[in-house]
């Protein structure tokens, strides 16, 4: 298994290119299946879950490649409707080829996913909204099976909570088919903007993406398009984490700087100098960082969940006493009793971490406990005094494209083993 090493201390400087965004690229990526022709899909980076979603779509009968951050999709005929067990769980976010399918073929089984390394995942408002839209649900031992019971003339569905993924399901279950949804308490996140946009591109009509109510009227078929990912705004998190917490300065450009408006108010509030152009972001942290009041996660535009590793990470050296809270996900944590290897100062209540800024961090050996998580760990050790590892660092695979390369360009000290 790969590891990182990484001699921590130095001083991060320089430009980084921001990668396409993995959640937006993986819900495009489902509904490429709904194309009635080709697809090509620009600025998706390339990585292990755009690689599973990849063999999905060749399995359900397309033919995909991808060249580069380029990928090519042929979908104009779709020979199965059935995702098997072995490919649901290459991915976690496999659930959002369930409402695709659907969509295409009026039938579709796909096996629950399992827990995750963020606590368990379920699917209960996904499976709920797929009824309403009109379709049988029948669970049965891990499978779960869907078909096209009648068309939802003109529904209304309202979600208990604005999750991501259900958004995506319904609005891809609702895309070909005969009647009108309304969506209310949708999730906001610009990646459902991004998907919407790929839909509308391609002769869909999806309206309100972006906003709590999302309307979908279904139409016949959609047509060839071609589109390009929007910049990961979680990555780019990462790279401001990186340079603020090693005192250093980095451009991220390609980015969209409407998506991190709170990720910049928390980096500003440490101290950092932030300055931001049309596309491009600029942050120096020129003096020690200070602590923030307190951080919560919610849902966008809020403070993202994904970027709560990140921030705990470069709040471990800085003066005074922090507080995050984390309100989406149970288990989000796990990853703090890797950086209090480093010496970090960290109690947890709950949903509650409590950091204490230390002066200094020594070496450790760590572990990759879920995807940002094992990011933080390795932003913590550029902070730290020494050489740590950090092994694991498949979870870090599933959404970074080369991290330990782009550290690199920035002066880090870090190989892949
Ligand atoms: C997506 C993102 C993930 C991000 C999360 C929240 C992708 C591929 N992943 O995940 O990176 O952290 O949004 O911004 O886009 N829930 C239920 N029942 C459901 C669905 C969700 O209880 O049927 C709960 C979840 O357990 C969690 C919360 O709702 O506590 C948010 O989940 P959701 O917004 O669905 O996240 P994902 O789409 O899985």
């Known amino acids: 298994m790969s590891k990182y090493i990484v001699e921590g201390g130095h001083r991060l400087k320089g430009e980084v290119k921001i990668q396409g965004a ?47 951050n380029d990928v090519y999709i042929d979908s104009e005929s779709v020979t199965c409707n059935a995702v098997p067990n072995e490919l649901m769980r290459e991915m976690r ?39 309403e839209l009109g379709f049988s649900v029948n669970e049965n031992g891990g499978n779960i099976v869907c078909k096209r019971e009648r068309y939802p003339k003109d529904t209304e569905v309202s979600l208990d909570f604005p999750s991501v993924g259900a958004t995506e399901n319904i609005i891809l279950a609702a895309c070909i088919s005969k009647g009108r949804v309304v969506l209310h308490n949708a999730a906001k ?25 999302v309307e979908i009227i279904g139409v016949n078929k ?48 440490m101290g950092c100098t932030i300055k931001t152009d049309k596309k491009s972001l600029f942050l120096s942290a020129d003096k020690p960082l200070y ?6 996660s919610t849902v966008y535009p809020g403070f993202p969940t994904d970027a709560g590793p990140l921030l705990v990470a470069s709040l471990i050296k800085a003066r005074g006493t922090s507080v995050f809270i984390e309100n989406i996900f149970e288990n989000r944590f796990n ?3 890797e950086l209090r290897r480093l010496g970090a100062d960290i109690k947890v209540y709950n949903r509650v971490a409590v950091v204490e800024g230390v002066n200094s961090l020594h070496s450790a050996e760590l572990s990759c406990t879920d995807l940002r998580g094992g990011a933080a760990a390795v932003v913590a050790a550029l902070a730290s005094d020494g050489v740590s590892t950090i092994d694991k660092i498949c979870h870090i695979e599933r959404g970074y494209e080369s991290l330990e390369t782009t550290l690199k360009e920035l002066s880090a000290i870090i190989k892949k083993e």
């Open 335 to 337: 990853y703090i009793g």
């Open 93 to 131: 976010s496999s659930v959002v080829f369930l409402g695709a399918i659907l969509s295409r073929c009026s039938m579709a089984t796909v096996t629950a996913p399992g827990g995750c390394e963020l606590g368990p995942r379920p699917i209960d408002l996904h499976l709920k909204a797929i009824k």
């Open 291 to 296: 602590r923030i009041k307190t951080v919560r």
């Open 189 to 213: 996140e610009p990646e459902i903007s991004d998907l919407a946009n790929f839909i509308n591109k391609a002769g869909g009509r999806v309206y309100g993406a972006g906003t709590d109510r």
């Open 22 to 68: 993995k959640n937006s690229a993986l819900p495009i990526l489902a509904a490429a299946l709904l194309i009635s022709g080709n697809t090509v899909l620009h600025n998706c980076p390339d990585l292990s879950d755009v690689r599973a979603a990849i063999k999905i779509l060749n399995f359900l009968g397309c033919r995909c490649k991808q060249i580069g």
């Open 222 to 269: 959609l047509y060839s398009v071609e589109h390009s990912v929007i910049p990961d705004r979680i990555v780019a998190a990462t790279y401001m984490s990186a340079a603020a917490v090693t005192g250093g300065e980095v451009l991220l450009y390609d980015i969209d700087n409407n998506h991190i408006r709170a990720v910049v108010g928390a980096f500003n509030e």
